[in-house]
C-alpha cells in the first residue's frame, strides 16, 4: 500500500536506528503517546533496534484504556434498556464495566453494535426510527470531527432518537499532567501524529518551552518513529526543547481547519477523568450547549464517578508511564487478553495487549525492555 | 483508536461540502468515506482516512522529504565516521 509499505524498509530503518546510535551520548526516555506508536513499537521490535540507555516508555494513548469504568457501566446500563440500540467502535465491547461488559450485555439479548464509522450510528438511526440509537463516543482529538459530524448530520435530519455517550479526552493536558508528576522521568515526548493532523501543533510549542522538553510530531511506520526518536534524540544532545514535525505529509502546524470548526460547533472542553490517572482540568470533550440534546447523559442520567478502587492491577502505572507491562506479576499468567484484570491488556491498542501480541513468552520471562 | 488508513480517492459526489462523499481505494478495497474536512481533496489524491472520514490530504512532497532526510543521515554518518 502506497505511502504504508516505503516506511516499513527494514533497511531504511536499520540506518536511522544506526544514526541513533550515533547521536546519543547519553540515558533519555522518551514517551510516545499514543497507542498505534505503542503496537507499532513493540510489534516491529523498535525498541530493540535501539541503543542502551535510551528507552521508550508508553503513555497514556489509548482512549478506550483512559476512559472510566463508569462510563461502560453506563453503557451497559443503558444497552438493556428496552427499545435501544447502543452503538460503539468494536474496542470499547469487551472493556470490563463493573458488572460485565457490552458484549456479555449483547449476549443477554440487548442490541449492542459495532459500528465502523459515527456516520454508521446515524445511519441505523435514519432506518430505524421507533429505536433510540445511542453512541457511545470515545476517542483522542483524532476521531472528535467524525463524532462531532455525527451530531451535526442527526440534527440536520431532525434524529430525535439519535444520542451520544461522550467520553472524549485530549492529549495535551495528559501530557501536562505526567510531567508534572512527582518522579517524572521524561525527557522527550513523540507526540502522537493523528491527534495533530486534526488540531496542529501550535498547542505544543507552551508545554514544550514551559517543560524543557522536545516534542516531535511523529507518524505510526517504524521508518516514522525512529525519525521522530532521532530528531528528538538530537534536540536532547543539543540542549533544545522545540516543537518538530516529523509527519508533515499528514500534519500541518495549524491542523485541519474544516474539522476543527465541526469539532468546536458540537463540543466544548470540559474536565475529565482519566481511568488510572485521576481528575485533570480541561482535559475532555463533552457537548456544546447548542448540542446539549443529543447528549445520552440527559436521556439516560448522569455518569457518576466514584473513587477508583486499587487492586492488583498496574494499568494505572502502565498508562503514566512508570512501569512496563512485564513488570506486573499476573501479566501472561492471572492477566491474558482472554481473563483481562485491566483495561490496558483489554483493548486492541492498550500496552499489556501489545506486549502480550507480539512478545509473548519473551515478555513474561522479563525481557530488558 | 487513532489508525488511519491511507487511500485514493477515485470519485467524489454531493453538493454540499458536508455531505461530500468519494469512493476510496485502499490497496484495491474500495469504500464510501466521508470527504467533509479535506475541501481541497481532488479526485486520485491520496487522503488519510479515520473512523470513516478523510482527516487530510497526504503531502507527496512532504513524504518523499523523510527518504531525503534520510539520505542525509546517510552522509552525515560518512561524514562523522570518517575513515574506517
Redesign the interface.
Known sequence: MKFRDEYRDAAAARRIADAIARTATRPWTLMEVCGGQTHAIVRFGIDELLPDGLSLVHGPGCPVCVTPVEYVDKAVEIAGRPGVVLCSFGDMLRVPGTSGDLLAAKSRGADVRVVYSPADAVAIARVEPEREVVFFAVGFETTAPANAMAAVLARREGLENFSMLVSHVLVPPAMRTILEAPGNRIDGFLAAGHVCTVMGFEEYEPIAAAYRVPVVVTGFEPVDILEGVYLCVRQLEAGRAEVENQYARAVRREGNRAALATMREVFRVVPRRWRGIGDIADSGLGLAEGYAGFDAERRFGPVLLEAETAGECISGAVLRGERRPPDCPAFGTRCTPEHPLGVTMVSSEGACAAYYRYRGAAAVAGGRR | ??????G?ILDMTGDE??LRVGRVD??GIVKQI?L????EAQVGD?V?V????A??V???A??E???R??EE??E??VE??GPA
Open positions: 483508536m487513532c489508525l488511519a488508513i491511507p485514493r461540502p458536508i485502499f490497496g466521508n467533509a474536512f479535506v475541501p491520496y488519510l479515520h473512523v470513516g472520514f482527516i487530510t497526504i503531502d507527496e512532504e513524504a522529504r523523510v527518504f532526510h534520510l543521515i546517510g552525515l554518518a562523522e565516521g
